[in-house]
């Protein structure tokens, strides 16, 4: 078979893409001369591309550290069904993939991943570098991602969205936001949580957790909404930033207790530092409920059981498996990221009860 004759090739030096972000297929045919589909079939080797022509885009390749999306291009060809669900590491609280939240929120994106006929790949980056996330895309792995969490990476997110990465947070909805997500209403739950101890009499709520965090920041809104329509101002002090430290909140008691105003309730974002807490306050003496009331957040297999069991506001995690999944292939098939939120409610146990 005769090739097909070649364009001709420039011969002033190649510029660097006019366009922002990760260089694309499109970048390399512009800069080469010739068509995306000359490009394609030169970076795959063929022989039916002048070898000329083969070795200037491959060198304008390199030069732009191009390489070839096998993520796209196995979607092009409907070959991959892989889903890379990542979980964040942070170094400094070293929160572990055993957390009960964690596991709760996995299976159920596992479930819906399944039902869909898509296998999962788990992996974990550090909690600093989020927009690692998209290694496993990039790579071919996956066709999309699933990130649990934003932790204090926001600015990384929208940047990963701008280059045009397929994937979808579990996160809090943030201003100016590029990228798709899906999480609970976390301010009605801290209104919620905060409003049913204020019904209960109690007046010095503590509020445990860090407010930096997108997730635990927004149900801290919720607490100060909630003394504000009330008609009463929320003491700051109250407030206390617990990282996720499997010791900090037991800490937190403790110094509250020795040093800080005394309170007849707490409102702590997550049951985990609700039962640590808890445990720590019955070491000093005092008793959940009949000295002080309790409401956490996530409602994991172990609030029910606690003691004593927990008022908590839950985290629909079923429901969150499978709105995610849909979200990502709903990216996957060209339409816009969308951020979604799911309703929230307060179920009441013996923690918050007189």
Not at 269 to 286: E, F, P, Y
Not at 343 to 349: D, H
């Amino acid at each position: 078979m005769a090739r097909s004759p070649s364009p001709p090739l420039p011969t002033e030096p190649a510029a660097a893409p006019a366009r922002p972000g990760r260089v694309q297929m499109v970048d390399i045919a512009r800069l080469a001369g010739v068509s995306v589909s000359t490009v394609s079939r030169a970076m795959a080797g063929s022989t039916l591309i002048n070898p000329e022509t083969r070795q200037r885009i491959t060198e304008l390749a390199r030069s732009h550290n191009y390489s070839v999306n096998a993520g796209a291009q196995n979607l092009r060809l409907k070959q991959n069904r892989t889903v890379s669900v990542v979980v964040p590491y942070d170094p400094q609280t070293r929160q572990h993939l055993s957390d009960p939240f964690f596991l709760s929120l996995i299976g159920g994106i596992a479930d819906a991943l399944t039902e869909q006929g898509h296998e999962m790949l788990l992996s974990r980056v550090d909690a600093n570098q989020l927009d690692q996330a998209a290694s496993a895309y990039h790579t071919g792995r996956a066709m999309g991602v699933v990130l649990i969490g934003q932790w204090h990476q926001h600015d990384q997110l929208n940047a990963m969205a701008s280059q045009g990465v397929p994937f979808v947070v579990w996160g809090a909805q943030l201003p100016d936001q590029l990228y798709a997500s899906v999480g609970s209403d976390n301010v009605e739950g801290g209104r919620l949580a905060t409003e049913h101890l204020l019904q209960q009499g109690a007046r010095r709520i503590a509020f445990l957790g860090d407010p930096d965090l997108p997730e635990f920041g927004q149900r801290h809104q919720g607490y100060l909404q909630a003394h504000e329509a009330a008609g009463l101002m929320a003491d700051p002090s109250l407030t206390l930033p617990v990282p996720m430290l499997p010791d900090a909140p037991a800490r937190a008691m403790e110094d509250l207790h020795r040093h800080g105003p005394p309170i007849d309730a707490m409102f702590a974002a997550s049951d985990l530092m609700a039962m640590t807490a808890v445990g720590a306050l019955r070491r000093l003496g005092r008793h959940v409920p009949e000295d002080l009331l309790v409401v956490s957040y996530d409602d994991i297999a172990l609030a029910a059981h606690a003691h004593p069991p927990l008022t908590t506001v839950p985290q629909p995690v079923e429901a969150a498996g499978q709105m995610l999944v849909a979200s990502l292939k709903a990216l996957l098939a060209g339409e816009p990221p969308v951020r979604r939120t799911l309703p929230t409610e307060l179920i009441v146990r013996d923690s918050s009860r007189r």
